[in-house]
């Protein structure tokens, strides 16, 4: 165990600024492949929090280990490069667009990390219901909702502040509803979809229609994997996979909706 944690505070004050891509890319491998290798399975914080978890120069580590990333932030606490200057118990906002049983079963990921969570759906009587009653009246209804999941029928409110967008519409209206709202959407803030497959409309990937809606680049990631709303929600044990063309999208992701019983792992 010492071993791993020497190695992970030398890890911790080498690491390269982003003018140098292709070091800082070996070394998030290599901080990976170390993680991997150690011992315990609690699951760690992240070196860095808020939104900078969802930029390309500075891109977070998945879920490790917890004994010996504290055990390095100590061994590197005299160094100025040391990680632990940050807050990445800092709660975040994330947005779920969505209020069906995988919306909430996804805001209960999230709220289980301590994240304030805000649910945009359509109806008010349902936005009142998990709001004063912290019930999803229409789905799901048997779970009791945590204080820190709200929702509103308002899409700018929703979105406003938020660090990650889960999508949780249908396949078929998501392309037409993000060219309806795009100007609601920040562009530089990862949408992580639970939908996915086709688009039957221009027979396109979902992730090629969603890019087309929007008409222009947009931090993207998808949800996928063997996975039921109703056992999510119960803390049934889930693995589940999200992908995204930059790794760091992906990790980001993995550290908002990880915990014991959801392990999302990336690819």
């Known amino acids: 165990m010492e071993d791993y944690t020497s190695k992970a505070a030398a890890l911790l004050v080498s690491k390269p600024s982003a003018s140098s891509p292709e070091l800082l890319s070996k070394w998030w491998s290599d ?29 977070p ?24 200057s940050s807050s990445p118990s800092t709660p975040l906002k994330v947005t779920v667009w969505g209020g069906g049983a995988f919306g909430t079963a996804m805001a209960m990921c999230a709220s289980r990390n301590g994240h304030n969570v805000v649910m945009y759906v359509r ?18 209804s048997q779970f009791t909702l ?41 562009e530089d803030v990862c949408i992580c979809s639970t939908a996915k497959g086709l688009y039957v409309e221009t027979r396109q990937l979902l992730g090629d229609a969603m890019l087309g809606a929007l ?32 790794l760091y999208h992906a990790t980001a992701v993995q550290k908002f909706l990880s915990n014991q019983a959801m392990r999302v792992y990336v690819r």
């Open 215 to 246: 008409e222009r680049p947009q931090p993207l990631a998808f949800l996928s994997g063997p996975s039921f709303a109703a056992e999510i929600m119960k803390g049934d044990p889930t693995a589940v996979v999200v992908a995204s063309q930059k």
């Open 123 to 140: 109806d008010p009587i349902q936005a009142a219901s998990i709001n004063e009653k912290h019930v999803n009246s229409k789905y799901l």
């Open 61 to 84: 580590p998945p879920t490790h280990w917890d004994g010996w990333w504290k055990s390095a932030l100590t061994t590197s606490a005299s160094s100025p490069t040391n990680a632990s």
């Open 31 to 59: 901080w990976i492949t170390l993680g991997d290798m150690a011992s315990n399975s609690s699951p760690a914080p992240p070196p860095t929090s808020g939104k900078d978890l969802l930029k390309a120069e500075a891109p």
């Open 146 to 186: 945590p204080p820190n999941i709200t929702a509103t029928t308002d899409l700018e409110t929703a979105n406003s502040g938020s660090a990650l967008f889960i999508h949780a519409l249908p396949c078929q209206l998501t392309p037409k509803w993000l060219a309806s709202n795009k100007h609601l959407i920040p």
